[in-house]
């Protein structure tokens, strides 16, 4: 299946308010999606990530250009055709009142049920298919008001899918979970689009998360720019640190992280392998020591000695040694040496 | 597509909660409300058992003749409109709620009462102003005139919401409610200010509200409207459902979120206006029932809670004007003193035992 289920034509996105000339968030944006597929929109806040959602799922004007949804543009299709071709799924926290994750998927079922509401036996089928999908089936006679962030996310997803859409649009769906259960929404929506053919739409903070989860990343800077392609191709031909790249922060393509450019206090020598000296070697960068491998005579020398399974630091200074039994106590005794040593 | 109707069919065999049946309370409150309609029947300053009751309803005769015509000309039509009047204030009470997201908001947020008000001070007071002349010579200070002022003091504020309906959103609309009864409020301030005494105490009894001024002739207009707006209110059960979820989501499912908000404004301003302008501006029962309802069944789908609304509204508006009329007495209340004496410690319990307020209307 090579058939876009969402294209943009000659995309502009932007706010236009009478009188005043147009704001242009990004221009001639050519994006697709194809079913099957799960897309992660990363980028700084105020690129304008909300904008673009908020024109490719018919709720704002583009300035100029067209999106459609399977050949037809979403912004002439009626609201009830489109509510069955797309769904979406917000950042915010909505108090639903007193219904129960069941009534609450239920909703999704809107365009598809007559003017009164009532659920049909396959309705009922969808709403069950829907919370199975996500994991919630047991959260189903649970009221939304006692779920947790993450089980209440997991509704919301379900709600989405009970739209039998082709394309569901989250707006920061982990925005408001801890890391296991971003993890976990995020592994949900891979196992979706795996398991169903859905395209998957979703805007994150969480670049590590996008990194690992999606097929592709749309990445919009702010200039407007947007770069598309596979995450690790992004990283390799230098996308990611233009986008990012700013006060106090550097992206590392080596490991995919960011690093944050502490303020230089000095060099430190360490030696050694494994994983002592390797978060050895974050403290000292985190306190803004460059580190030395190899005695290249550094002011200051870091040695790790372990003994009957008590790891001990030992900092040498001006040919005073000062032992110490964690590495909050050295980070520690490194912030008072280079006061005493700068003012 | 394939894989996932595929998905979808093996899931016809998952067993899932399914919503437990609700009927069965709803029947219980249908009873409730025959019950409380025959008792205020039966009660007033003139006590008729209930074989004699039965027998005038179905077209025999009782043990005293007077009695037929104390039902037929005037309780009947008094527990009719208590009826409607408390379905009509219950159900559009619970619109407001669910459209302003406000467990507060009730059948007069928009100001209706107030245009009520305005009207029936402008006709009432005026008559005090003018030396009682041209308005009594053409009918228009008795009931019926209040009635009418009333309808088109209500009517104007109808109009004036609904034009602006369509244009502004949901929170401006309620602000310019209060804004359109503050005015009216003031002009109301103004009249009393510049009438006299016994003309102030004709418009003071109005607002007391009262079920017993609609006449037979009345109810042609009254059960009309209120039948109307009942009718286009359960139809925006589901969209008030989709609006739970708030106007951005109830877009994402096909609800056309104009004309669906259109929709509830214009049956509860309908409902409200058209109780107020008999009835008289009746406080409480509208903000309380759809908490009520909602604690009742424990649920905000409207699907149930609208018909359970308009149930248990009748009912309580049958009961309040039971108490007020102290059977056996010649003394009457005012309608509005019993439904908040009464109303205002049931409520208070009810919340204080359910604490499900907080789910309904979580900050």
């Given amino acids: 299946m090579s ?6 034509q000659d995309l502009s996105i932007g706010y236009q308010q009478s009188k005043i000339p147009a704001h242009v968030v990004a221009e001639h944006l050519v994006l697709s999606l194809l079913p099957g597929e799960m897309v992660c929109l990363i980028g700084p806040n105020g690129a304008g990530k909300s904008t673009l959602l908020r024109t490719l799922v018919g709720m704002q004007q583009p300035l100029s250009g067209h999106v459609f949804l399977q050949g037809e543009d979403v912004h002439t299709l009626p609201s009830r055709k489109l509510a069955r071709r797309l769904s979406i799924v917000l950042t915010n926290h ?14 999704g079922r809107h365009p598809y049920t007559n003017w009164s509401g009532r659920l049909a036996p396959a309705d009922e089928a969808v709403i069950c298919w829907a919370l199975e999908m996500v994991g919630a089936a047991d959260l189903a006679s649970r009221s939304v008001s006692e779920l947790s962030d993450g089980e209440r996310q997991k509704v919301m997803v379900a709600r989405a899918l009970a739209q039998e859409p082709q394309v569901i649009v989250l707006d920061e769906p982990t925005a408001y979970l801890d890391l296991p259960h971003r993890v976990e929404l995020m592994r949900i929506l891979r196992d979706l689009v795996r398991k169903t053919g859905h395209a998957v739409l979703l805007s994150t903070h969480d670049l590590d998360l996008a990194l690992r989860s999606a097929d592709k990343i749309w990445l919009l800077c702010d200039q407007g720019t947007l770069y598309t392609g596979g995450p690790e191709d992004l990283v390799l031909n230098g996308a990611f640190e233009s986008a990012f790249n700013g006060a106090g922060i550097t992206f590392d393509r080596g490991s995919g992280f960011f690093n944050i450019d502490a303020e230089f206090a000095g060099e430190v020598d360490l030696d050694g392998e494994g994983l002592y000296t390797h978060w050895t070697k974050r403290a000292l960068k985190r306190a803004g020591y460059k580190v030395n491998k190899g005695g290249r005579d550094a002011p200051l020398r870091v040695d790790i000695t372990h003994n009957n399974g008590d790891t001990r630091w030992s900092l040498c200074a001006k040919e005073e040694t000062s032992v110490y039994s964690s590495l909050e106590d050295l980070v520690a005794a490194l912030r008072q040496e280079s006061e005493t040593n700068h003012g | 597509m394939s894989t996932h109707n595929a998905a979808r069919r093996q899931a016809q065999g998952l067993s899932c909660a399914q919503p437990r049946s609700r009927a069965p309370l709803l029947m219980l409150l249908g009873m409730v409300l025959v019950g409380a309609f025959l008792l205020d029947l039966a009660t007033g300053s003139v006590m008729i058992p209930l074989r004699d009751l039965l027998a005038i309803l179905t077209g025999g005769t009782p ?18 409109t208590a009826a409607l009047a408390g379905a009509a204030l219950g159900v559009s009470g619970l619109q407001m709620q669910t459209l302003f997201r406000n467990p507060l908001s009730g059948p007069y947020v928009l100001g209706i009462s107030s245009g009520a008000s305005f009207g029936v001070a402008l006709v009432v007071l005026l008559v005090g102003v003018t030396g009682s002349t041209w308005l009594v010579d053409l009918g228009l200070a008795g009931d019926f005139g209040m009635a009418l002022a009333a309808s088109l003091g209500s009517a104007s504020v109808l109009l004036l919401i609904l034009l602006f309906a369509r244009k502004v959103p949901t929170m401006t609309l309620l602000v310019l409610g209060l804004m359109f009864g503050y005015a009216a409020s003031a002009l109301v301030n103004v009249l009393l200010y510049f009438s006299v005494a016994e003309r102030i105490q004709t418009y003071i009894s109005w607002t007391f509200g009262s079920f017993g001024g609609v006449t037979w002739r009345q109810m042609w207009v009254l059960a009309p409207a209120v039948i109307f707006g009942l009718a286009v209110a359960f139809v925006s059960a589901k969209p008030l459902n989709a609006f739970l979820l708030g106007e951005t989501y109830a877009h994402s499912m096909g609800v056309p979120v104009q004309r669906a908000r259109f929709g509830i404004i214009l049956s509860a301003a309908v409902l409200a206006g058209s109780v107020t302008a008999f009835c008289g501006p009746i406080s409480f029962l509208g903000v309380a029932i759809p908490h009520l309802c909602r604690m009742l069944f424990n649920t905000s789908d409207h699907r149930i809670v609208m018909p359970a609304a308009a149930l248990l509204g009748g009912s309580l508006a049958l009961v309040a004007d039971l108490i007020a009329q102290l059977p056996g007495s010649q003394v009457v209340l005012p309608l509005n003193a019993v439904t908040a004496l009464i109303g205002a410690p049931v409520v208070i319990w009810v919340i204080l035992h359910k604490q499900n307020l907080r789910s309904s209307f979580a900050s």
């Fill in chain 1, 3 to 8: 058939e876009h289920v969402l294209e943009t």
């Fill in chain 1, 94 to 107: 909505v108090d639903v009142g007193l219904l129960s994750a069941h009534d609450l998927v239920a909703l």
């Fill in chain 2, 63 to 80: 043990l005293k003749a007077a009695w037929a015509d104390i039902i037929l000309k005037f309780r009947m039509p008094k527990a009719l």
